[in-house]
């Protein structure tokens, strides 16, 4: 055998070892090209490609057996049936391009779709707005020659990032996490408009994420993925979601693995997950449900990292490149899918333009009355119409061609008698308009696209918001947690904000991720993103960092309208926005002008002061106007009428009062945070000047405002509540020194706010046990265990009278760890309080 070989080697490239080094590079072409890694074009791999050209071929609006679906596909895909339904069920699950129906399986529980006979699928119909167009599409021979594929398909959308990608080729392997469908076209917009963005990924299972070093998706990047848990009870907790790329059955098994090597301790795992996601973890007793989440973070699936290592095809090599420009080249070639669109139907209205005005000349002139003369050939007749057409070549815009001609004589007679000129003409203007809409197109292309995007984002982005959560490591939405880590600057007269602009006016500290909202003189609005430098308008009024979804702000506004020259007054809220879109808050002229504006953190109207021009012919020189009786509307409303002579000035006379209701504030336990997204325990109704009662476990007490984004000490807190002055405060705290329990009633009698004042005995490791705010409070009392448990229920208000906050306290019982103490609602009338 060896020598049958070294003969095969001598005859030169025959040889199998100058085989095995060409076989293996086609082979590695062959994998990278053809079935791992996707086209930057169009974001797809050959058999997703496939795939949609099949389904397109055979749409007609209902659904198709996906066993019918995979033979189609088989004319174009050279491998086996398996290979295609994988790739079909995958896209099928991304519920973007294929609407599905049936069991598709489940990418949260890891269950698998049905056999393709039981299940349907078709083209969305977002696919057939973006991705077909036969008029555009560079076509080639399928693998037997029989059958025309697209080379690629004429994607208008970022569809690969929107997807992701996974594949594993020959030397490389490629990862590209997916992004949220409407940031993504919020980026192309922002893209086209030559404005920076950053788009992170966002997952189907939801949960959250932490972008902070992702690189751009680029090799060398990673990201964190989080399930969201919940604290049910201080013995469960709630799994509400599963990591990108984690089944609900991998998370129940890698906790009930970090169970066995002792990392948890827990009694047992449930999956209840149905509609939604829920595993459900009971506690160990004494197992702390902090640590516990901590400990499920760091030990099992619950929390994973992800390397993403985006590698695409461009001009069939694979090239690594990050996600910004992936969305670049996307955006890029669509505008030019959309040129070439353009300039098809130009030429088709053209086209159409031409021959109708033939037509409409041919019967309007009479020049059909050729084809009535006899004794003519045809082709004499051809030539008289021909000639017929010669005065009227100047209306025309290109030459008439002899196909033109016989395609007029091709008229139904009846067509000669019922024609209406005036239909032909109304026909010839409505495609002259067309011509011009499009060639307006053409030369605003850019314009042109961003509204094609705006239009997807308007008729597809309801109901894909964003599913995962951006956190930063204290398991806290990014903004709400980002540090004020740049200062923000303000050029007035020049319109000009941004971090870079540090010789001029300091507006705010912020964080690079805020939005800031800025309004001008001129009476525009506008929010964008921290940057730089970023241009807004001349005469800044006013700049600020915009609060999304913020329904307290209110604006209090006098502008004079540049055309009429009244002057209105108005309030209103700024909820949301389009961010870097320029809203006009007076009624549209340029001239418009506004002369007072204040922002009123809750609602506040005041009372101003308006000095009219000395010129004009109003007997009352100077009003005044009250704020709150106007009512708070929309943006766009264009106000109230206020004068129609022009003003001077506008200053305020009265600062104003609060004209809306106190907002709900919640506290959340688990991360230490007031919340208005009624998250935890509700706290109540508070009104401006309303405070909060925090009592910590030490013996210390706090009185804090409503400020949403402070960071209460949640391991420490044991009451929070809203601060009423006349409630008495009931406490039992432990003497460890004198081995007692202590119990005392007192009033807050100190007025400082976020200072935290200590008000048991001093001594070391002494804490509270129980406190309450109930004005007739109960205390429920066990100690000792079995028969030796003694039970009674004491009525605090006839042990113990009211003392001051500095008070030590009356001697309630001996301190023992096995005493329980709770707050219960009795009625002990009549029962005398059982003491220990």
Sequence with gaps: MAKEINELNQKGDTGIESQFKTWFLDYASYVILER????????????????????KEMDDGRF????????????????????????????????????????????????????????????SKFALDVAFNAKITNWQLSYDGRKNEPVSLPMKFPLLLAHGADGIAVGLSTKILPHNFCELIEASIKHLLGKRFEIYPDFQTGGQIDVTEYNQGKRGGKVKVRAHIEEFDKKTLLIKSVPYGVTTVQVMESIV?????????????????????????????????????????????????????????????????????????????????????????????????????????????????????????????????????????????????????????????????????DSLNEQIKELEAEIAQVKKYLANLTDYAVSYFEN??????????????????????ARQVAIANVKLYMNREDGFIGTGLKKDEWVVDCSDIDDVIVFTKRGTMKVVKVSEKSYIGKDILHAAIFNKNDERTTYNMLYTDGKSGKSFVKRFNVTGVTREKEYDLTKGDEKSKVHYLSVNANGEAELIKISLSPNCSAHKKELEFDFSELEIKGRNSMGNTLTKYPIKAARMKTAGVSTIAGKKIWYD????????????????????????????????????????????????????????????????????????????????????????????????????????????????????????????????????????????????????????????????????????
């Design 456 to 477: 997807l984002l308007k008729k597809y982005g309801k109901g894909r918001e964003r599913k995962t959560e951006i956190k930063s490591i204290e398991v806290i939405e």
């Design 257 to 421: 693995k970090a169970n066995d090597q002792g990392k948890i301790k827990i009694k047992k795992v449930t999956d209840n997950t149905a509609a939604f996601v829920e595993i459900q973890v009971d506690l160990a007793p004494g197992i702390s449900s902090d640590i516990t989440i901590d400990a499920l973070y760091k030990f099992t699936d619950s929390e994973i990292s992800i390397s993403p290592n985006a590698c695409v095809i461009v001009n069939q090599k694979p090239q690594f490149i990050s996600v910004q420009d992936l969305l670049k080249s996307s955006v890029d070639h669509t505008k030019d899918l959309l040129e070439q669109e353009l300039k098809i139907r130009l030429a088709e209205l053209q086209t159409k333009w031409h021959y109708t005005s033939l037509e409409k000349i041919f019967f309007e002139e009479k020049i059909y009355k050729e084809l009535e003369k006899k004794n003519l050939s045809w082709e004499s007749v051809l030539l008289s119409i021909q000639t017929a057409f010669d005065p009227f070549v100047k209306q025309l815009k290109r030459e008439i061609t002899s196909e033109d001609i016989i395609k007029l004589t091709e008229k139904p007679v009846r067509r000669i008698y019922k024609l209406d000129i």
């Design 64 to 123: 198709n057996k996906i066993a019918n679906v995979i033979g189609q596909t088989m004319q174009y895909h050279p491998h086996g049936d398996a290979s295609i339904g994988d790739a079909l069920v995958n896209l099928g699950q991304k519920n973007l391009l294929i609407e599905p129906q049936g069991n598709w399986g489940d990418v949260r529980t890891g269950d698998s779709a049905a056999a393709p006979r039981y299940i349907e699928g078709r083209l």
């Design 669 to 836: 336990a688990q991360f230490g945070r007031l919340n208005t997204d009624a998250k935890g325990e509700y706290l109540g109704m508070f009104e401006i000047k309303d405070k909060i009662l925090l009592v910590f476990n030490d013996g210390h007490y706090e009185i804090t405002d409503q400020e949403l984004t402070q960071k209460l000490e949640n391991e420490k807190v044991i009451l929070v509540e809203k601060f009423d002055v006349e409630k008495i405060i009931t406490a039992v705290y432990a003497d460890l020194e004198k081995k007692q329990y202590l119990v005392k009633r007192f009033k807050i009698e100190t007025t400082t706010l976020k200072n935290k004042f200590f008000f048991i005995k001093e001594g070391k490791g002494n804490y509270i046990s129980v406190v309450t705010t109930n004005q007739e409070p109960v205390l429920s009392v066990k100690q000792g265990r079995g028969d030796q448990q003694r039970k009674g229920k004491l009525k605090i208000a006839k042990i113990t009278e009211l003392s001051g906050w500095k008070t030590v306290g009356a001697r309630l019982m001996d301190y023992s760890k096995s005493v329980e103490m709770e707050w219960v609602v009795a009625n002990l009338e009549g029962q005398q309080p059982e003491l220990f």
């Design 36 to 55: 791992a890694v996707p086209a930057i074009d169009d974001g797809l791999k050959p058999v997703q490609r496939r795939i949609l050209h099949a389904m």
